[in-house]
Each structure stands twice: as C-alpha cells, then as structure tokens.
C-alpha cells in the first residue's frame, strides 16, 4: 500500500517505510525532527519542471505527463520503492500545500503500476 502525507502531519506507527520525495528540504522542518527513513531527491520533479508548475507556466496535466516521463527516464529509484511497497506500506512525505495535485500523488500512481 502507497499513501502520501504532508510533512507537517504527525508520523503514525501504520505509515510503515517513510520517504521524503521532495528535492529541496521542507521549510521550517529540522532534519532531527522529520522523522523519515529515507529522503530520496533523486526521484523528485527536475528544478525545472518544479518552477514551471509553481509559477502556474504549465498546469497539473501538463506537469503530470512531464513527471511521468523523468520517472520512466530514469527508473531506479522508482523500481526499487516499488519493491518496498511488495513488502511493507510506503508512506511519500511531500511540502506542498496542495493536497491533491502535487508530485507526491503522480509518483504514488506511477509506483502502484510498478508494484
């Protein structure tokens, strides 16, 4: 199972393995004080596509097909947490304010088709 979660919630004992998927560290968090397994920037939105769908440039769809396509670019990190995800729950840990199209929630989707 996949969840995503924002970084700001509190950790649950049922979130299982938690990766932070975001390529910059989240504001106003300690490193001390997130408490995540792993913090894989590897598989995060390039800067580039980042900045363009934060400054509104390209809307979700757009930046979801362009999302995908750096996943299936480079796959390694994606194969190997949908291997995890055969194993245990995975709980994502993203900053974005918006809870429902944010990169968290594509990357889930493309790790459910792996898995």
Known sequence: MIVTKRVYEAPDPQDGYRVLVDRLWP???KKA?????EWCKTIAP???LRK??????????????????ELEASPE????????????RLTLLYSARDTT???????????RELA
């Open 27 to 29: 504001r106003g968090v």
């Open 33 to 37: 004080a997130l408490k995540c397994d």
């Open 46 to 48: 390039s800067a580039e």
């Open 52 to 69: 363009a769908f934060h400054a509104e440039a390209i809307d979700f769809a757009a930046f979801r097909e362009a999302y995908r396509r």
């Open 77 to 88: 990190a994606a194969r190997r947490l949908a291997a995890l995800v055969r194993k245990q």
């Open 101 to 111: 199209q944010n990169h968290a929630q594509v990357l889930a989707d493309f790790l």
